[in-house]
């Protein structure tokens, strides 16, 4: 069974920063690229950061650039976001997915597994 279970998400002040992990199990790791999606209340699911397999190449949403940063230890099945610099607009479930690429891929349709999300909340 595939799994993949994001921690870390909470409550945080504007300016402030918070570090999500994802856990995943049942798949080989190292195969597939991972990537960050965010979906707040009432809105799409939308793309937020990628990481290639071997975690060389990285790629960020334009609201995120400069603030995240999406990191993988292949070692240890797992992949994170650190988010410095938050803001209101950052507030959302935020989900880790798998696909099954070299390169990193910003369509949610394009990714084969998905974590129950974390939620993320920012006040001003």
């Known amino acids: 069974q595939v799994q993949l279970v994001e921690s870390g998400g909470g409550l945080a002040q504007a300016g402030g920063s918070l570090r999500l992990s994802c856990a995943a199990s049942?798949?080989?790791?190292?195969?597939?690229?991972m990537g960050w999606f965010r979906q707040a209340p009432g809105k799409e699911r939308e793309f937020v950061a990628g990481?290639?397999?071997?975690?060389?190449?990285?790629y960020y949403t334009d609201s995120v650039k400069g603030r995240f940063t999406i990191s993988r230890d292949n070692a240890k099945n797992m992949v994170h976001l650190q988010m410095n610099s938050l803001k209101p607009e950052d507030t959302a479930v935020y989900y880790c997915a798998a696909q099954r690429g070299i390169a990193p891929r910003v369509a949610a349709s394009q990714y084969d597994y998905w974590g129950q999300g974390t939620q993320v909340t920012v006040s001003s």
């Open positions: 049942g798949l080989p790791f190292a195969s597939y690229a």
């Open positions: 990481i290639s397999r071997g975690g060389v190449t990285t």
